[in-house]
Every structure is written in structure tokens, then in C-alpha cells.
């Protein structure tokens, strides 16, 4: 049950309905020898982070809980949700809503959309924002078919190797059938060589799909992509991890054309994988060819202010041969839970966790290349997550590194037998310098003991 705050004028009029004049004559009948006769030793005040961690900490104690601190990424982490994204978000009225069928009846859900539509916005510095997809893989493929339709070239996509290989399979999956050639330009130093990408790019290129910060958390020379991108006439598609955005610049300002997202570290837990929330943002000139539903304001016959579905350009509004995509939910209620977030923490806030994730980031970065065996496996700048080099069996070691408490991290060998010895390492804000250390300390143990 949710704490419920009580006023000194709600006690006052409590009081007097049960007619006593103190909240002490509600203990009379208590003897005084069994009343505290002592301050509370109460320690001074946390932030709710803080808080929410010693709380945490208490509760590991319990028999059978999972007490493994989590170094996990690759699209998936562990940020810090304040309490009010979970008592917002689970109130009835959002929480059973589906999707507006009926539009004019759903002004609240609505609202609700359009106000996560200019939260997106102001984020990425697009112009528009759809009512989210469904998750951050889905997101970049959505986003290529658009490119297709806009440029109107189908004669070939170019993705980089630094994008997360699970995108880039599902991307592949969709183009199997399809006019256009997938070429995938090789990151084997964890970024993108722009004498690379001109190798790969034609004319006939619809869109190029970088990842920024990418999958190995390296920051690319994203500016000078973009520029060979456009100049090849191709459509730069972004995807970008929204906790860095900050820190880092928006992407209308480095001429992103489409930008999309996974929004899971936007007040949404790590949920074993799902559901999660895929973002997209784009130039108003390619509003009309943009996938799933845009919520828009409008004022009704008494001129007061309401919402409405502007465009809705799936299967099962328009006809099938002029839908631009068949996404059937908005994931409504997760990205309910990020504009809670995001109006809950601000653009302080959002700085100020990136900040942490980075520089929390950097240290375990540098604390582990101290032990021997392992290192850092690529140079340059990189955001909250970082790949390390292992002489020893990743898959080993990380599982001896969560007997010692710790999910430490993603072999990357899964997906690449190139990367057979890495292991990608994700730290964000909620991680404190003691689990640092401590995983530092797990994983040298590791190393000697496989």
C-alpha cells in the first residue's frame, strides 16, 4: 500500500471526529513504563537513490534473494527508477488503458502520448516523434523502411558493425525478402572508419544505421559519418542510447534524419529482456512515411484544448498497400513510465546520471585493466559501457564471477566468434565505488582460479 502523507489539518479534523485533542491520547491505554522514553536514533536524510539502495541492502539479507549486482548492458540496464515513474504509472486509469480505438473517448491516454511525444522531441532535437514502437531492434528496422519509402532508392542499406548485432539480425531478417542489399561495414577497433563507409556506400543507398553511443559503448566520429552519409544522398538513421543524450549533443544538431532509441533506461526495469520501448524522432519533412501513430492537439467545437490521432498509418486504419507499417502497439504504458521520468528528473537529472554512468564507468574501466589478464580492449572515448579483453574463457570467468555475487557482465563471443575473448561491461549511476571494487575483486579472483 502506498504511504499517504497526512496534513497537520488532516490530523486536526481526524482528531476531532473521534473527539480527542492529541494524537498522544491515542496511546493512553499504553502504560508508561512501555513507552519509548528515548530520542530515535534516526540517522540523517538520504536521497532517494541512497535510500533505495540501503533499503536494498536490508532486504539481500533475506534467504534466497538474488544478490548478485548487476553489470549487465548491451541494451538492457540497470538505472535508477524514482519511486514516483512506479506510483504514477500504476494507477488505474493508465494502467488498464490499452490503445485509443475510439480516440475521442481516450483524452487522457492521449495527453498522455503527446506530452511523450514533445518530451522526445526536446531530447533529441527532431522535429516529430511517433507514439514510440515497440523496442529498440524493431525501432531501427521500422526506421530503414521508412528511409526506402522517402529516398526512394532500394538498391541498398549500410549498417555498421558497431551496431548491436541483435538489431542488425533483425534487420536482416526483414530484408531477406527484399529488393535491398544489407551490407554490414566491419568495426574490428569498435568503431566505424569513415573511409570504410565510403567504400560501402553507392548512390543507390537509401540509409546508412550507426549507433551512437554503439554497442560497444565507443563513441564514433558521428559529425563526419553524417557528412559522407548526406553527401552520398543517403539518409543517416541514429541510434542513440537516451541517458547519454545528457551528456552528449542532440542529434539534429550532428543532421541525424530519423533517430530511434531503446527507451528501457527511461524509468522501465531491466524485466528479464521485455517488454521494452522503442523510440523514434524524425524530420517533420518525413512526417507523413513515419511508422505506427502521432498523437496531436487540437481544441474541440467550444474551443477548449484536446487531442486527437493526427496520422495513423497502419493496416488496420488505412488500406493495406498505403500503410507504412503494421506496428499494432504503442507500448503506451512503458512510454507512459518514461515521460514520468523524465519530467521526475528534468534535464539536471538526466545530466547528472550520465554524468555518474560515465565516470563511474571509466574508473571500473581503469581498475580493471589493473588486473592481470585482462584489459581494455578498444581505445577512444566511450559512455557507460566498455569492452574487456580476456586471456582467460569469458564464459568461465563470468561464472565464476557470479558465484562471487556478480552479474559481470556479456561474453561477446554469442555473437561473433571474433569477439570470443571480450567481454562487454555496462556501469551505470546506481553503481557504487564498493561494487566497483567488489567486481574488480571478483574478477581477479576469477582469473586465478580458471
Given at each position: 500500500?502506498?504511504?499517504?502523507?497526512?496534513?497537520?489539518?488532516?490530523?486536526?479534523?481526524?482528531?476531532?471526529?473521534?473527539?480527542?485533542?492529541?494524537?498522544?491520547?491515542?496511546?493512553?491505554?499504553?502504560?508508561?513504563?512501555?513507552?519509548?522514553?528515548?530520542?530515535?536514533?534516526?540517522?540523517?536524510a538520504l536521497c532517494e537513490l541512497?535510500?533505495?539502495?540501503?533499503?536494498?541492502?536490508?532486504?539481500?539479507?533475506?534467504?534466497?534473494?538474488?544478490?548478485?549486482?548487476?553489470?549487465?548492458?548491451?541494451?538492457?540496464?540497470?538505472?535508477?527508477?524514482?519511486?514516483?515513474?512506479?506510483?504514477?504509472?500504476?494507477?488505474?486509469?493508465?494502467?488498464?488503458?490499452?490503445?485509443?480505438?475510439?480516440?475521442?473517448?481516450s483524452q487522457g491516454t492521449l495527453?498522455?502520448?503527446?506530452?511523450?511525444?514533445?518530451?522526445?522531441?526536446?531530447?533529441?532535437?527532431?522535429?516529430?516523434?511517433?507514439?514510440?514502437?515497440?523496442?529498440?531492434?524493431?525501432?531501427?528496422?521500422?526506421?530503414?523502411?521508412?528511409?526506402?519509402?522517402?529516398?526512394?532508392?532500394?538498391?541498398?542499406?549500410?549498417?555498421?558493425?558497431?551496431?548491436?548485432?541483435?538489431?542488425?539480425?533483425?534487420?536482416?531478417?526483414?530484408?531477406?525478402?527484399?529488393?535491398?542489399?544489407?551490407?554490414?561495414?566491419?568495426?574490428?577497433?569498435?568503431?566505424?572508419?569513415?573511409?570504410?563507409?565510403?567504400?560501402?556506400?553507392?548512390?543507390?543507398?537509401?540509409?546508412?544505421?550507426?549507433?551512437?553511443?554503439?554497442?560497444?559503448?565507443?563513441?564514433?566520429?558521428?559529425?563526419?559519418?553524417?557528412?559522407?552519409?548526406?553527401?552520398?544522398?543517403?539518409?543517416?538513421?541514429?541510434?542513440?542510447?537516451?541517458?547519454?543524450?545528457?551528456?552528449?549533443?542532440?542529434?539534429?544538431?550532428?543532421?541525424?534524419?530519423?533517430?530511434?532509441?531503446?527507451?528501457?533506461?527511461?524509468?522501465?526495469?531491466?524485466?528479464?529482456?521485455?517488454?521494452?520501448?522503442?523510440?523514434?524522432?524524425?524530420?517533420?519533412?518525413?512526417?507523413?512515411?513515419?511508422?505506427?501513430?502521432?498523437?496531436?492537439?487540437?481544441?474541440?467545437?467550444?474551443?477548449?484544448?484536446?487531442?486527437?490521432?493526427?496520422?495513423?498509418?497502419?493496416?488496420?486504419?488505412?488500406?493495406?498497400?498505403?500503410?507504412?507499417?503494421?506496428?499494432?502497439?504503442?507500448?503506451?504504458?512503458?512510454?507512459?513510465?518514461?515521460?514520468?521520468?523524465?519530467?521526475?528528473?528534468?534535464?539536471?537529472?538526466?545530466?547528472?546520471a550520465a554524468e555518474l554512468s560515465?565516470?563511474?564507468?571509466?574508473?571500473?574501466?581503469?581498475?580493471?585493466?589493473?588486473?592481470?589478464?585482462?584489459?581494455?580492449?578498444?581505445?577512444?572515448?566511450?559512455?557507460?559501457?566498455?569492452?574487456?579483453?580476456?586471456?582467460?574463457?569469458?564464459?568461465?570467468?563470468?561464472?565464476?564471477?557470479?558465484?562471487?555475487?556478480?552479474?559481470?557482465?556479456?561474453?561477446?563471443?554469442?555473437?561473433?566468434?571474433?569477439?570470443?575473448?571480450?567481454?562487454?561491461?555496462?556501469?551505470?549511476?546506481?553503481?557504487?565505488?564498493?561494487?566497483?571494487?567488489?567486481?574488480?575483486?571478483?574478477?581477479?579472483?576469477?582469473?586465478?582460479?580458471?
Amino acid at each position: 500500500m502506498a504511504f499517504i502523507a497526512n496534513t497537520p489539518d488532516d490530523v486536526r479534523v481526524m482528531l476531532a471526529a473521534i473527539g480527542l485533542d492529541s494524537l498522544d491520547q491515542l496511546f493512553d491505554m499504553i502504560p508508561p513504563e512501555y513507552r519509548l522514553q528515548r530520542p530515535l536514533e534516526i540517522p540523517e536524510a538520504l536521497c532517494e537513490l541512497e535510500l533505495t539502495t540501503r533499503l536494498g541492502s536490508l532486504l539481500d539479507q533475506n534467504e534466497g534473494a538474488d544478490k548478485r549486482v548487476c553489470f549487465l548492458g548491451g541494451g538492457s540496464y540497470d538505472h535508477f527508477i524514482p519511486a514516483v515513474v512506479d506510483n504514477l504509472s500504476a494507477r488505474g486509469e493508465f494502467y488498464t488503458a490499452y490503445t485509443p480505438y475510439q480516440p475521442e473517448a481516450s483524452q487522457g491516454t492521449l495527453q498522455a502520448t503527446f506530452e511523450y511525444q514533445t518530451l522526445v522531441t526536446q531530447l533529441t532535437g527532431m522535429d516529430v516523434s511517433n507514439a514510440s514502437l515497440y523496442d529498440g531492434g524493431s525501432a531501427v528496422t521500422e526506421a530503414v523502411l521508412m528511409a526506402l519509402t522517402v529516398s526512394q532508392r532500394h538498391g541498398r542499406v549500410v549498417i555498421a558493425g558497431s551496431v548491436h548485432p541483435e538489431y542488425r539480425q533483425i534487420l536482416a531478417t526483414y530484408l531477406a525478402n527484399l529488393d535491398p542489399e544489407l551490407v554490414t561495414v566491419p568495426t574490428p577497433g569498435g568503431r566505424l572508419q569513415v573511409e570504410d563507409l565510403d567504400q560501402a556506400v553507392n548512390e543507390q543507398t537509401a540509409a546508412v544505421v550507426i549507433q551512437y553511443p554503439n554497442f560497444f559503448g565507443q563513441l564514433e566520429e558521428i559529425e563526419a559519418i553524417v557528412e559522407r552519409v548526406h553527401a552520398k544522398g543517403a539518409l543517416a538513421i541514429v541510434s542513440v542510447d537516451p541517458i547519454s543524450l545528457g551528456l552528449l549533443r542532440r542529434p539534429d544538431t550532428y543532421g541525424a534524419d530519423i533517430v530511434v532509441a531503446e527507451g528501457q533506461g527511461l524509468g522501465n526495469p531491466m524485466a528479464y529482456g521485455g517488454p521494452y520501448l522503442g523510440m523514434m524522432a524524425c524530420r517533420e519533412a518525413y512526417v507523413r512515411k513515419m511508422p505506427g501513430r502521432i498523437v496531436g492537439q487540437t481544441t474541440d467545437r467550444n474551443g477548449k484544448r484536446c487531442w486527437v490521432l493526427t496520422l495513423q498509418t497502419r493496416e488496420q486504419h488505412i488500406r493495406r498497400e498505403k500503410a507504412t507499417s503494421n506496428i499494432c502497439t504503442n507500448q503506451g504504458l512503458l512510454a507512459l513510465r518514461s515521460s514520468i521520468y523524465l519530467a521526475a528528473v528534468g534535464p539536471s537529472g538526466l545530466r547528472k546520471a550520465a554524468e555518474l554512468s560515465t565516470r563511474k564507468a571509466h574508473y571500473a574501466a581503469e581498475q580493471l585493466a589493473q588486473v592481470a589478464g585482462l584489459s581494455v580492449a578498444f581505445d577512444g572515448p566511450f559512455f557507460k559501457e566498455f569492452v574487456i579483453r580476456s586471456e582467460k574463457d569469458p564464459v568461465r570467468i563470468l561464472e565464476h564471477v557470479g558465484r562471487l555475487g556478480y552479474h559481470g557482465g556479456i561474453a561477446l563471443g554469442r555473437w561473433d566468434s571474433h569477439l570470443k575473448d571480450k567481454i562487454l561491461i555496462a556501469v551505470t549511476e546506481k553503481r557504487t565505488k564498493a561494487e566497483i571494487d567488489g567486481l574488480v575483486s571478483a574478477y581477479a579472483k576469477a582469473i586465478e582460479a580458471v
